[in-house]
T-cell receptor, first 119, second 110 residues
Framework: GAVVSQHPSWVICKSGTSVKIECRSL??????MFWYRQFPKQSLMLMAT?????????EQGVEKDKFLINHASLTLSTLTVTSAHPEDSSFYIC???????????????FGEGSRLTVL | GQSLEQPSEVTAVEGAIVQINCTYQ??????LSWYQQHDGGAPTFLSY????GLEETGRFSSFLSRSDSYGYLLLQELQMKDSASYFC???????????FGQGTELSVKP
């Protein structure tokens, strides 16, 4: 099956620093990737839709200057949390959808997630 | 606006059948997906309905009624390993993004 790799799995940083999280589709091309955020025992909240070669589309209430998304190739999207604060501590998960004839519209392939702790 | 509702938790015993309901209110609805997530892990895809009716995949089935804005996930022959959170998610026309419900925590007891 399709594999999405996310790195790093865990990251601890000091308040005020920036953290970059990478999301790679390993065996398929993903023109669109999605970034979600999840607090403990809560749902996955969509932050933004990342489109290869164009600007990301952010959901209402998500600060685009704080959560920088870059989708420079068909297999890589990055999320940078800038000037991180303790309230940014969360589980960040990326996902991608296959395109083409074999794609299932309702199926996203998720990375393993990145747990960010800001001290 | 958009909203999805599903029960917060369900408990059942091994071997039983459980149904997790999901109602939604949204514009741009394209289909309904179901995902399973174990604690600390990545969500995994279970099923998808774009049309009314029942989709069966092994022990799991999913149903959709577009006119009622309602769907459900049916889990049969429950096993201990089925203890997890289950999310319904609306698939949107534009961009095909998925918006997830709050999740249902299923506990399977011996």
């Amino acid at each position: 099956g399709a594999v999405v790799s996310q790195h790093p799995s865990w990251v601890i940083c000091k308040s005020g620093t920036s953290v970059k999280i990478e999301c790679r589709s390993l065996d398929f091309q993903a023109t669109t990737m999605f970034w979600y955020r999840q607090f403990p025992k809560q749902s996955l909240m969509l932050m933004a839709t990342s489109n290869e070669g164009s600007k990301a589309t952010y959901e209402q209430g998500v600060e685009k200057d704080k959560f920088l998304i870059n989708h420079a190739s068909l297999t890589l999207s990055t999320l940078t949390v800038t000037s991180a604060h303790p309230e940014d501590s969360s589980f960040y998960i990326c996902s991608a959808r296959m395109t083409g004839a074999l794609a299932n519209t309702g199926e996203l392939f998720f990375g393993e997630g990145s747990r960010l702790t800001v001290l | 606006g958009q909203s999805l509702e599903q029960p917060s938790e369900v408990t059942a015993v091994e071997g039983a059948i459980v149904q997790i309901n999901c109602t939604y209110q949204t514009s741009g609805f394209y289909g309904l997906s179901w995902y399973q997530q174990h604690d600390g892990g990545a969500p995994t895809f279970l099923s998808y309905n774009a049309l009314d009716g029942l989709e069966e995949t092994g022990r799991f089935s999913s149903f959709l009624s577009r006119s009622d804005s309602y769907g459900y996930l049916l889990l049969q022959e429950l096993q201990m390993k089925d203890s997890a959170s289950y999310f319904c998610a609306v698939v949107y026309n534009q961009g095909g993004k998925l918006i997830f419900g709050q999740g249902t925590e299923l506990s399977v007891k011996p």
